[in-house]
């Protein structure tokens, strides 16, 4: 049975379809080429029964290669004439007998394959002019194919960064304290996951790709589990994120009904759109029935997360540090935090501060109200061991973590 068309290959197969018409040939395909084979991946024919899409052939034994080597012509209107064509196996069957072939060119000068036309009989037409043609239309399907080409290559590339991530059981988990920014006691902690340094990207960034590739519901199930090991270590609770539409799946739902729900605040990001709050509010029910709290993250950051406050009636309101840096300076900042502080109040829900980093933004946060902090000046992500039962509220802080490197949760959202 053939397979389907893209919309992209059905766009190439009208090009080679002009080929072999302008051309009088029987038979026009675009092809891939990779290291050892030759990928028919369009073909327009006179027989499409002997030709479908997909046909491979070894690439040392093709004409293509072998014009591309400088062995052969690109327009060859008489096959028998060449010695060198005659003794490959397209010669013989289907036995070609004219042909014409140019590259398929991308915009970075990767030659991805060839784009041809071929008879069964001899065609003393055959000329340079007929190759002009192809290369116009050989430029046309490169335009065409590029996006595909492109997405496909990111998705390799992505496969093969990730896989050994998935393979290891997930990201890195550390935990950062969560304290009183009255006092000082921790109160909990949050669970923050950790890529590989040299990837250079942010966790939440990571996690998006996975969910590119199909498999971000794993991978934020698999760094849940991590950060679900250290309840075991650690007294307080444990924030955990999770994306909205992967807190729906079954497995999930299966492993957080086997926690201690009453030590776990389950943050959910504004990023993600919320489909159905309905259905949200429904799985969400038994869990926090069981003693589970539910934050909505990065409050402050977008519009998304006053309707996620709303429709969910969270316990836990998460300030986004985009206005806790420098609120001790900046007037308009401490208005909207109070504003919000009195949002949560209203609701009856906590106030946590995220990305505090100085004294200053640390004494305003406590005089507007805001419940609890979590940043750079408390204290940094680490192992469970390394968590305190209180933290000086006077402290310096050394290299404060910049936007790119602050901290990430255990899985972030698609943006």
Request: one cysteine or more.
């Amino acid at each position: 049975m053939a397979r389907a068309r893209t919309e992209s290959a059905q766009q190439v197969a009208e090009l080679l379809k002009t080929a072999r018409e302008a051309l009088g040939l029987s038979l026009a395909f675009m092809s891939r080429m990779d290291e050892t084979t030759q990928h028919l991946e369009v073909v327009e024919s006179a027989l499409p029964l002997l030709f479908p899409d997909g046909t491979q052939r070894p690439r040392d034994t093709t004409f293509c290669q072998h014009i591309m080597d400088g062995k052969l012509p690109a327009v060859m209107p008489d096959v028998t004439k060449f010695p060198v064509a005659m003794r490959l196996p397209a010669a013989k069957m289907p036995r070609i007998r004219s042909y014409v072939s140019v590259p398929v060119v991308l915009s970075d000068g990767t030659v991805y394959g060839t784009f041809c036309a071929a008879g069964f009989g001899k065609d003393k037409e055959l000329s340079k002019r007929d190759k002009a043609l192809m290369e116009v239309l050989s430029h046309a399907a490169s335009l065409i194919i590029e996006p595909d080409v492109r997405n496909r290559e990111r998705r390799a590339e992505l496969e093969h960064r990730l896989a050994p991530v998935v393979d290891a059981g997930g990201p890195l988990v550390v935990l950062q304290p969560i304290v009183d920014v009255a006092t000082g006691r921790r109160i909990g902690a949050e669970a923050l996951s950790r890529f590989p340094q040299d990837w250079n990207q942010a966790p939440d960034v990571c996690f998006a790709e996975a969910h590119e590739l199909g498999i971000g519901d794993h991978l934020e199930i698999l760094a849940l589990r991590k950060a679900a090991e250290h309840l075991a270590h650690v007294d307080g609770y444990v924030a955990m994120n999770i994306s909205p539409t992967t807190l729906l799946t079954d497995e999930c739902l299966d492993l957080l009904g086997r926690l201690p729900l009453d030590r776990i605040v389950l943050e959910l990001s504004e990023h993600q759109q919320v489909e159905d709050y309905d259905l949200l509010k429904g799985v969400l029910a038994p869990l926090r029935g069981g003693g589970m709290r539910l934050a909505i993250d990065d409050v402050g950051a977008g519009f998304s997360s006053l309707r996620h406050i709303v429709l969910t009636q969270p316990d836990v309101i998460k300030l986004d540090r985009s206005i806790v840096t420098g609120v001790g300076a900046d007037p308009v900042l401490r208005v909207l935090t109070r504003s919000l502080v009195d949002l949560a109040v209203g609701c009856g829900a906590t106030v946590v501060a995220e990305g505090v980093e100085t004294e200053a933004d640390s004494l305003a946060l406590a005089g507007l109200g805001v419940h609890h902090g979590q940043g750079w000046f408390y204290g940094r992500p680490g192992a469970p061991s390394a968590l305190r039962p209180s933290y000086e509220l006077r402290q310096p802080i050394l290299d404060a973590p910049t936007a790119t490197s602050s901290n990430h949760r255990v899985s972030s959202p698609t943006p």
